[in-house]
């Protein structure tokens, strides 16, 4: 391997398919199953989808964006022996507060998971007298405790990073409006102690390319590799029939991560499959989380497609960085730490 993930196990048992041969230039390739979860996954909900995995015991579990059959979205708690198929409580995650009483959201979804030291941290986008992010840690899955909500209304998209950099938490978000935003840039927030965030620093913007033009927001949690982190991260054209959601990527600087070293200026996957561009809502390619393997540099993306499934696609390490470096489109402002 050319490249190295770092402070991450080797995970032979991931969902892995080969890259198909005569696939196009871009290295990611499709899971040929997907989607790898349906509709009315659980009794009481009707579509499961921007949900977010990770490696247990041999395993996977994750934390899983239900939509209810009333509409409501919480999240719902789910095990696999392979990361591919999943099973779902019935009952949605009961959270509690530092008490221990039950301490409910009135809403919860796109839920992302990291683990740091031996705790997991689930965060996600709930209402707080408006949109705003909600985060919990456990250690056994089955007592869930409530943090402070980071940010004052309106930001709907959070992502933590696997590790305190600096001796500090930090977490990559979204401010937004209390609509669909037709706008929105990544941000990068700090604490010491996972309740005060603070030195926000810009991380980049949407730009002048079409598939991004309109708005960005981190998906999954950075993977650290020898290069700095790898960011998969949704871009958001307009069209006349709505927003498109596709998947793109960037490698973050290693010790001061609102540094964007490269932008690949290409997106990595864009709605065009039955899944991805048929659904509640149509167009959708919106990434949460990856599985990958330190050993073989393999990854997994988990993502949404069109409101309605989880899919998954494949890449590796080394076609993955080489592919953002070579088509590298990050201006002067990316390279700047973001402040101002
Ligand atoms: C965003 C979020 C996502 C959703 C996307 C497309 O604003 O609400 O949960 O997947 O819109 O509808």
């Known amino acids: ?11 032979p048992d991931m969902p892995w398919q080969e890259q198909p041969s005569g696939a196009g230039v871009i290295p990611v390739w499709r899971y040929t199953e997907n989607p790898v979860i349906g509709r009315n996954p659980v009794s009481g909900v009707a579509r499961i989808f921007n949900s977010a995995v990770v490696p247990f015991e041999g395993k996977f579990i994750g ?14 708690f ?18 509690t507060d530092g008490d221990g009483r039950e301490f409910m959201p009135p809403y919860a979804y796109d839920p992302r998971l990291v683990k740091i030291g031996d705790t997991y941290y689930a965060i996600w986008c709930q209402d707080a007298f408006g949109a705003a ?8 899955f089955r007592t869930w405790t409530r943090l402070e909500n980071p940010f004052l209304p309106f930001n709907r998209n959070a992502v933590m990073f696997p590790r305190k950099i600096g001796g500090k938490y930090v977490l990559l978000s979204r401010p937004s409006d209390s609509g669909h935003t037709p706008f929105g840039d990544i941000y990068l927030s700090e604490s010491p102690d996972l309740t005060y965030w603070g030195r ?13 033009s309109v708005k960005i927001g981190a998906g999954a949690a950075p993977i650290e590799t020898s290069e700095g982190w790898l960011l998969f991260y949704h871009g958001v054209t307009g069209t006349c029939n709505g927003f498109v959601y596709s998947i793109g990527a960037a490698i973050l600087d290693i010790d001061r ?21 048929r659904g509640f809502v149509p167009n ?16 997994a993306i988990y993502y949404g497609a069109a409101d309605s499934y989880v899919a998954v696609a494949f890449t590796t390490l080394d076609q993955m960085i080489d592919y953002i470096r070579e088509n590298d489109a990050a201006g002067a402002e990316e390279h700047e730490e973001g402040r101002r």
């Open 78 to 95: 789910g095990r696999s022996d392979d990361g591919l198929h999943w099973n779902f409580d019935e009952e949605k995650i009961r959270f």
């Open 257 to 277: 991560p609102s540094i964007v070293k490269y932008r690949c200026g290409t997106f990595l996957l864009t709605p065009e499959t039955w899944y991805e561009e």
């Open 1 to 11: 391997m050319k490249y190295k993930i770092l402070n991450s196990p080797a995970l």
């Open 284 to 299: 959708v390619c919106f990434p949460c989380a990856t599985l990958h393997d330190a050993a073989t540099g393999r990854i």
């Open 133 to 140: 992010i909600g985060m919990a840690s456990t250690r056994d």
């Open 200 to 212: 926000h620093r810009h991380v980049m913007g949407k730009s002048g390319r079409w598939w991004e």
């Open 63 to 76: 934390v899983f964006r239900g939509e209810q059959t009333n509409g409501i979205p919480f999240i719902y």
